[in-house]
């Protein structure tokens, strides 16, 4: 309660919740288009990856690519939902130019993949459950440039047909913060399961934001559509932007319409699209050159057992088997590459300070050089392997802090760099006592001090180690200053 | 061969074992078709005649044959309904919006015919985007029946949409030509003008490369002089095409084999409900006498009923102008064929299409547009598919008491150009005995098999089980031979 | 049900085909005649009867993934009208 509570915005009448839902577009990570053999690459010259199917040349028919079905399936097991085992395209009837047939062959009373639920963890440590009420498969438009000429739209249509898996949230989102955890968390499974790349810049992924307002308890509101967002910070602001203006409306007497709007990334605000203005019809009807899609129990069933782990159950694995603090767990699940990473530095290793090393120096490391784990010069193998010469006493922790300086800075090899600047930690008992003995001759105050005021033993301890260049071993340094000058 | 004119009197059949004899050339033979096709030009039945490259495909023929290596057609010259996409050669579906449209692809279809050696004489007219009875709805005007009623000039219709193919295997200008049937639209041109023409199970011609009208209806098929003619196109039409989702993979026979005589034993069909109310005598006569060459024949008739009949045409009219409206959206002048400038984008494709489309189109795409659209879906859109199920249903139950079912082909024979145009309805009902066969999917032929009182041709048809075309070419055989139809029109036309 | 004049002018939108004033009133009449005979099939009881989606007795066959197409933007833009750098050219359309 107290939860909900929080995400509440105050207006002048009182407090106001904000209702969200997302249309997430997700493109299949296949090499060709849904219905054609045409090549799916980013950034091609234009027109280059089009084929007479997707330039909806008279007489062309789709054919559906059987990657792009297994995806959305995979997907649609992703999110724990149910797969349909027939389901049907359809036609989505309108003109733009970049949509060379004048539909968009599309699911719609069919879809592939029905309801299903996703755990989203937020910051806070609660988390919130979002019902999924359908993924259905869609081809993708091709693109209009309309800067580049001063009378004329360009068009592109190498997108045109490219196989997208939207995903429909039902409205169960209550504040930004959501909305951007919920998007992070559908990624990271479609990430996990391999089907979308996932990268928003290249607009692999997108959502079209359903936002509305209600005093609490009320009915819903009527929402207003934002439409393709490909960033999540985007998302946010647009829904921190449009919660703030539909307040604002019916504050000052308004009525919400329904609207269909654009996000203007450079000022932050949202304004009605023109060419959405007036009422679409679609008239969606079974595309009648294609067949009802027909999946079989068994391949499903196939599918579902070849599923990788989840983050979901990663996470909780991590949590039960390793000890791990459900934060760290969820840090580390937040992307399977890093969950890799995290795994294979554990493995035979202490997991918790395998967990430390990877959620804390390494990942500090990487954020503030804004580098990918992926890219990262410190492999898991030689994080592993600092982490047991911290473990044998090779070397103390303060000076494997140094040598993962020098790793992530150069990529060798940990050994390599104890060894070469000789960084081996003193253990030789005789060799450390002598050096106590010189400090205790040389302060006979602070041998007094310390009789005192046993926090004294700290300044000793740091003398010692600055004497050594750090290489003492802590733990002996500790055990003599004690016997010499404890109780 | 002395006499170049005798050869477009020839057969498909005759004239391939002509060249395969040597008793002249593929270059003789596509000659005479082509000073055939310049002489007939009154007909209108070409959009696009294509003599050089008919010249050229002769020649090659001409050499395989000289080696020794004919293909199934080689050296035949035929005409290819403009609705097939031809690689390199303007394609125009008879409408103006795509008026110098030039494919860069050759139809499944079309290809279908070069590898097997036919000879495209050019693109023949039909009704725009084949939507017609008549082929009077083409951007490049009325296709002319070779037919005349007796004693009277009056320029009477072909029957569409393949108007062009009708007429000209009717005025012996082609061995044959291509077709497509949606809702008749091979069967009863064919009746209209005498000729021999066939409408495959759905799914056995493939679709890829054919303008679509109404995908779900569709289909490519022969029009020839004889059933054998038709037979040899069908084998060769035929084929699965993995480039069309609703192509089926079942294997192509020889149906040239199929034409047996042997009937006997066979159960055919008479469904009560194509006795329509005023069904003039002369239709009823014809149906009642193939009904006796087939008991001749030792087949038996049996009395069926398909009771959906009546809402076959209704129905029709609504999912193929549905389909219609959306697969003509992409003519939109921005990626091919005409382009009318406007203020905006949405001024372009208004002008673009409202000056592209002739009226029928338009009528149709509101239509189709009209029953789609929010509010409409379910009273029209989705009663019409309930009542093609139901359709469907009553051919499937027929089928387990009979092999096939005889009925007219259509329920008058040609009339006059400009007759019905100013009511649409009346000529939406030529269809009303072919349409069923379209909505269920069901193989369709139909054969001359007697004249007129006005001495115009008259057809018979046989539908049959899906993919059961040798059944159905087997029975045509059969009526043909019984019917002996040797009347042809008298020629009119020629420019000498 | 029948149309009147505003719904014709509004499905003509719809379907993006400019129709002059003058052929409203005919065209509003001849969709009125096709729409009440085809409006015949409510005597058809279809209570329970599942819409035809196919006449085709099969399901969707499936291709592999692969580029197999493409690669060819010249014929893919040979027969428009308008273009511009290899891009298919437009009015210029405000989102």
Redesign the interface.
């Known amino acids: 309660m107290s939860e909900e509570k929080s995400n509440l915005i105050k207006g002048n009448t009182g407090d106001w919740e904000v209702v969200i839902g997302l249309e997430i577009h997700a493109q299949v990570s296949?090499?060709?288009k849904l219905f054609?053999?045409?090549?799916t690459q980013f950034g091609a010259?234009?027109?280059?990856?089009?084929?007479?199917?997707?330039?909806?040349?008279?007489?062309?028919?789709?054919?559906?690519?059987?990657?792009?079905?297994e995806q959305a399936v995979k997907t649609g097991l992703g999110l724990g939902a149910k797969i349909n085992r027939v389901s049907?395209f359809d036609?989505k009837?309108y003109?733009?130019?970049d949509l060379?047939?004048?539909?968009q062959i599309s699911q719609f009373k069919q879809p592939i993949v029905g309801e299903g639920e996703v755990i989203v963890d937020l910051a806070d440590g609660t988390s919130v459950i979002v019902g999924i009420e359908r993924l259905h498969l869609e081809q993708d438009a091709g693109k209009?440039?309309?800067d580049?000429?001063?009378?004329?739209?360009?068009?592109?249509?190498n997108r045109s047909g490219i196989a997208l898996m939207e995903i429909v949230s039902r409205p169960d989102l209550r504040s930004s913060e959501q909305a951007g955890a919920y998007m992070r968390k559908v990624r990271t499974i479609v990430r996990y399961l391999g089907t979308c790349d996932g990268n928003m810049e290249q607009g692999s992924m997108r959502a079209d934001v359903n936002v509305s307002v209600r005093k609490p308890g009320d009915e819903l509101g009527t929402r207003c559509e934002m439409k393709n967002i490909n960033s999540i910070r985007f998302i946010q602001q647009s829904i921190e932007y449009e919660a703030r203006r539909q307040i604002e409306v019916i504050e000052n007497g308004g009525v919400i319409e329904q609207q269909t709007r654009?996000f203007d990334s450079k000022n932050g605000e949202t304004r009605p699209?023109?060419?959405k203005e007036e009422a679409h019809?679609y008239?969606?009807?079974?595309d009648?050159?294609?067949?009802?899609?027909?999946l079989d129990e068994a391949w499903i069933d196939d599918l579902k057992a070849k599923l990788p782990e989840l983050p979901d159950d990663k996470k909780a694995r991590y949590i039960s088997d390793f000890g791990l603090s459900p934060y760290d767990a969820s840090v580390l699940v937040s992307e399977r590459e890093r969950a890799d990473f995290f795994e294979a530095v554990a493995s035979g290793r202490d997991a918790k300070l395998s967990a430390n090393w990877v959620t804390g120096s390494l990942f500090a490391a990487l954020k503030k050089e804004g580098v990918s784990i992926h890219d990262s010069k410190v492999s898991a193998s030689d994080l592993g392997e600092l982490i047991d010469l911290i473990s044998d006493q090779t070397i103390s922790g303060r000076i494997a802090k140094d040598v993962f300086e020098l790793m992530f800075e150069s990529g060798r090899p940990p050994r390599e760099i104890v060894e070469e600047q000789g960084l081996t930690q003193v253990t030789d008992t005789g060799a450390i006592e002598s050096e106590i003995d010189k400090i205790i001759a040389a302060n006979p105050d602070k041998v007094e001090q310390v009789k005192e005021k046993p926090r004294m033993m700290g300044w000793f301890v740091g003398q010692v180690m600055q004497a050594t260049g750090g290489k003492a071993n802590p733990q002996v340094v500790n055990e003599i200053l004690q016997k010499k000058l404890g109780h | 061969m002395s006499d170049l004119k005798e050869l477009t009197e020839l057969t498909l059949a005759s004239a391939r074992d002509g060249l395969r004899n040597k008793d002249f050339t593929a270059v003789e033979l596509t000659e005479a078709h082509i000073t055939a096709v310049e002489e007939a030009r009154v007909l209108n039945c070409f959009v696009k005649e294509t003599p050089d490259k008919a010249l050229e495909m002769a020649k090659a023929s001409d050499e395989r044959i000289a080696k020794g290596e004919a293909r199934d057609l080689d050296g035949l010259p035929i005409g290819m309904k403009d609705l097939f996409c031809t690689d390199g050669i303007e394609t125009t579906a008879g409408s103006h919006i795509l008026e110098g449209f030039v494919p860069q692809y050759e139809s499944t279809v079309s290809q279908n015919l070069w590898n097997d050696g036919a000879v495209l004489l050019g693109k023949l007219n039909l009704d725009e985007f084949a939507m017609g009875s008549s082929n009077e709805t083409s951007f490049f005007g009325n296709v002319i029946n070779p037919w005349r009623r007796a004693g009277d000039d009056t320029p009477l219709v072909p029957g569409g949409s393949s108007g062009g193919s009708s007429s000209s295997v009717a005025a012996r200008i082609a061995l044959a030509a291509t077709g497509t049937d949606t809702g008749g639209s091979i069967r009863q041109p064919a009746a209209f003008t005498g000729i021999v023409g066939m409408k495959p199970t759905y799914g056995r011609c493939s679709r890829w490369g054919v303008v679509a009208f109404a995908s779900s209806l569709d289909q490519a098929g022969p029009m020839a002089r004889t059933v054998r003619d038709v037979a040899i196109m069908l084998k060769s039409m035929a084929s699965f095409d993995p480039k069309d989702s609703t192509s089926v993979d079942c294997a192509v026979p020889d149906y040239e084999k199929a034409l047996t005589g042997d009937i006997k034993g066979l159960k055919i069909g008479i469904p009560k409900e194509y006795r329509v109310d005023g069904m003039p005598t002369e239709i009823e006569k014809l149906w009642q006498q193939g009904i006796e060459w087939l008991h001749a024949a030792g087949a038996k008739t049996v009395d069926v009923s398909l009771p959906h009949t009546k809402y076959a045409l209704p129905a029709y009219y609504i999912v193929a102008p549905a389909e219609a409206s959306s697969n003509l959206a992409r003519y939109d002048g921005v990626k091919f064929g005409l382009r009318e400038e406007g203020d905006d984008i949405q001024a372009m494709y208004e002008n673009t299409r409202g000056s592209g489309f002739g009226a029928e189109v338009k009528r149709r795409v509101l239509i189709g547009t009209y029953v789609l659209s929010a509010g409409y879906y379910d009273a029209y859109y989705l009663k019409a598919q309930q009542v093609r199920t139901c359709i469907a249903e009553n051919f499937r139950k027929v089928f387990t008491e009979c092999d096939a079912i005889l009925t007219p082909t259509t329920p008058s024979a040609a009339f006059g150009a400009g007759e019905k145009d100013n009511d649409p309805l009346s000529m939406y009902l030529n269809d009303v005995f072919t349409v069923t066969g379209n909505l269920a999917g069901l193989p369709g032929i139909s054969i001359p098999s007697g004249l007129s009182s006005e001495g115009l041709p008259l057809g018979l048809q046989v539908l049959g089980k899906p993919f059961d075309e040798e059944q159905v070419l087997r029975i045509a055989g059969v009526i043909e031979d019984a019917a002996g139809f040797d009347a042809r029109p008298q020629n009119w036309w020629s420019a000498k | 049900m029948s149309v009147d004049k505003d719904t014709v002018r509004r499905i003509a939108h719809l379907a993006r085909i400019a129709i002059k004033e003058e052929e409203l009133e005919p065209m509003t009449g001849e969709l009125n005649t096709i729409l009440a005979w085809v409006e015949q099939l409510d005597e058809v009881d279809t209570d329970g009867v599942p819409p035809m989606t196919s006449v085709v007795e099969a399901t969707l066959r499936q291709r592999a993934d692969e580029v197999t197409d493409g690669g060819y933007a010249d014929r893919v833009t040979k027969n428009a009208s308008n273009r511009n750098d290899g891009f298919f050219a437009v009015p210029k359309v405000m989102e």
């Open positions: 296949s090499n060709s054609s053999g045409a090549a010259e234009p027109n280059s990856q089009v084929s007479l199917v997707d330039a909806a040349m008279p007489g062309m028919l789709p054919v559906i690519n059987q990657y792009c079905v049907v036609r009837n003109f733009y130019p060379p047939q004048g539909y209009s440039i309309h580049l000429h001063p009378k004329q739209s360009l068009v592109d249509l654009l699209m023109r060419s019809d008239r969606y009807f079974p009648p050159d294609l067949l009802p899609l027909a």
